[in-house]
């Protein structure tokens, strides 16, 4: 048998990386495996190792190798990066960090943490005896001083962050947080592999919510957890495998076809965002306008350097203080009232009242006046005139 060839190009490794076709009938996609248990060649006679399909799921393994070939084809080819599905982007932040922190020990998470995040960490972990402190990652001093070497077991990284897409410093910070001994976590959700792959740039583990940009068509919770050390990824398969918190086969089938198309959607996402923010910049009822590709924007120059172009997000104030803000998200017709994000369809919400909600009088609070918007693939021109008439 000669070697498969390994793909690396972004577009072509989507349809490919964990994709061959099917042993069994030629099937060109992965089938959904719909079944809990395999039958055994004899005691301990396993066929392709399957088992059990909280352990092992052939269409659960696809979608694993597909999102360790995105963030990281040759680590990926190679064998030594590994990609594991979850039920939820926090069913896997809470296996990761069961599994590579312990009691007594400490995270620096971003001051901007997505809520649930901050939740899991203020609520839940802290509870087994987790601590965590809050900094302003677009500060590499303020991340320094809150690491303390030899506790602190992670930096947590979002970038850019939600919903104020502040863009952050991969590189620099997995050196900071290396010196001190911790690993360096990175949320990757709001970029998606297509526009950043952190484990190139020193990350040890990336996160995904594939809920987002990954699914891409707000039809299925998931999460993700892409590691580069064979080591550090063996820990996390067996939480994955001991806490259970396990991707479906149903829902891996979707997530993989999700992914097929990334590439091609980003594009998109970022061609759209481009025009409203333009637009949004000259409107006279907007304050400011949050979006990392905008020249004046503080992570502008590092976006650039880190990501291939500037996400499908974008926040802006507007004049009129909270109320004019929420009128804007009930008057919008075309952009859906919703939460979540990185869907096909445009969605418009109100962080302080909806999404962020929960983080209220914390340092987490954000401006009242804000709206986001996640930027889908309709015509861009209905997006805008619709934006128009929800501004007034
Ligand atoms: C949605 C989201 C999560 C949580 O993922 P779920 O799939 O909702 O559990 C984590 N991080 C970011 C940045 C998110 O947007």
């Given at each position: 048998?000669?070697?498969?060839?390994?793909?690396?190009?972004?577009?072509?490794?989507?349809?490919?990386?964990?994709?061959?076709?099917?042993?069994?009938?030629?099937?060109?996609?992965?089938?959904?495996?719909?079944?809990?248990?395999?039958?055994?060649?004899?005691?301990?006679?396993?066929?392709?190792?399957?088992?059990?399909?909280?352990?092992?799921?052939?269409?659960?393994?696809?979608?694993?190798?597909?999102?360790?070939?995105?963030?990281?084809?040759?680590?990926?080819?190679?064998?030594?990066?590994?990609?594991?599905?979850?039920?939820?982007?926090?069913?896997?932040?809470?296996?990761?960090?069961?599994?590579?922190?312990?009691?007594?020990?400490?995270?620096?998470?971003?001051?901007?943490?997505?809520?649930?995040?901050?939740?899991?960490?203020?609520?839940?972990?802290?509870?087994?005896?987790?601590?965590?402190?809050?900094?302003?990652?677009?500060?590499?001093?303020?991340?320094?001083?809150?690491?303390?070497?030899?506790?602190?077991?992670?930096?947590?990284?979002?970038?850019?962050?939600?919903?104020?897409?502040?863009?952050?410093?991969?590189?620099?910070?997995?050196?900071?947080?290396?010196?001190?001994?911790?690993?360096?976590?990175?949320?990757?959700?709001?970029?998606?592999?297509?526009?950043?792959?952190?484990?190139?740039?020193?990350?040890?583990?990336?996160?995904?919510?594939?809920?987002?940009?990954?699914?891409?068509?707000?039809?299925?919770?998931?999460?993700?957890?892409?590691?580069?050390?064979?080591?550090?990824?063996?820990k996390l398969a067996y939480?994955?495998?001991?806490?259970?918190?396990?991707?479906?086969?149903?829902?891996?089938?979707?997530?993989?076809?999700?992914?097929?198309?990334?590439?091609?959607?980003?594009?998109?996402?970022?061609?759209?965002?481009?025009?409203?923010?333009?637009?949004?910049?000259?409107?006279?009822?907007?304050?400011?306008?949050?979006?990392?590709?905008?020249?004046?924007?503080?992570?502008?120059?590092?976006?650039?350097?880190?990501?291939?172009?500037?996400?499908?997000?974008?926040?802006?104030?507007?004049?009129?203080?909270?109320s004019a803000a929420v009128?804007?998200?009930?008057?919008?017709?075309?952009?859906?009232?919703?939460?979540?994000?990185?869907?096909?369809?445009?969605?418009?919400?109100?962080?302080?009242?909806?999404?962020?909600?929960?983080?209220?009088?914390?340092?987490?609070?954000?401006?009242?006046?804000?709206?986001?918007?996640?930027?889908?693939?309709?015509?861009v021109d209905d997006l805008?005139?619709?934006?128009?008439?929800?501004?007034?």
């Amino acid at each position: 048998m000669t070697e498969p060839p390994v793909w690396t190009r972004f577009e072509t490794v989507a349809l490919h990386a964990g994709q061959e076709p099917d042993a069994a009938t030629g099937s060109v996609v992965p089938p959904i495996y719909q079944v809990s248990t395999y039958k055994q060649d004899g005691v301990g006679g396993l066929r392709g190792g399957y088992e059990y399909s909280r352990s092992g799921n052939p269409t659960r393994d696809a979608l694993q190798a597909c999102l360790a070939a995105l963030e990281d084809p040759l680590g990926a080819a190679a064998g030594t990066t590994r990609g594991m599905a979850f039920a939820s982007g926090l069913a896997a932040e809470d296996t990761l960090l069961r599994a590579v922190c312990a009691p007594g020990g400490h995270a620096v998470i971003p001051d901007d943490a997505y809520g649930g995040t901050y939740r899991l960490f203020a609520k839940v972990l802290a509870r087994w005896g987790l601590d965590h402190t809050p900094a302003r990652l677009t500060d590499l001093d303020a991340v320094a001083a809150a690491i303390e070497p030899g506790r602190t077991n992670v930096v947590w990284v979002e970038t850019p962050t939600n919903p104020l897409l502040r863009v952050a410093d991969i590189a620099a910070i997995a050196e900071v947080a290396h010196a001190a001994g911790a690993l360096l976590v990175v949320d990757n959700t709001f970029a998606s592999p297509y526009l950043q792959q952190p484990l190139l740039l020193g990350a040890d583990i990336v996160v995904h919510s594939t809920t987002k940009y990954l699914g891409g068509h707000s039809d299925v919770i998931g999460g993700a957890l892409v590691a580069r050390d064979p080591e550090i990824a063996e820990k996390l398969a067996y939480h994955q495998n001991a806490m259970g918190a396990v991707a479906g086969p149903f829902d891996s089938w979707l997530v993989l076809r999700g992914a097929k198309t990334l590439a091609v959607r980003m594009d998109r996402h970022c061609a759209n965002a481009k025009v409203i923010v333009e637009m949004l910049l000259a409107h006279p009822k907007v304050i400011e306008v949050f979006y990392p590709g905008i020249e004046g924007h503080d992570g502008y120059s590092l976006a650039r350097k880190q990501m291939r172009d500037f996400g499908g997000m974008v926040s802006f104030r507007v004049s009129g203080g909270e109320s004019a803000a929420v009128e804007v998200c009930n008057r919008a017709r075309l952009f859906t009232l919703g939460e979540s994000l990185g869907g096909v369809e445009s969605l418009i919400e109100h962080p302080g009242r909806m999404t962020h909600a929960s983080v209220a009088g914390t340092p987490l609070e954000v401006p009242a006046d804000l709206v986001r918007l996640s930027v889908g693939l309709e015509h861009v021109d209905d997006l805008i005139a619709d934006l128009s008439q929800a501004l007034g």
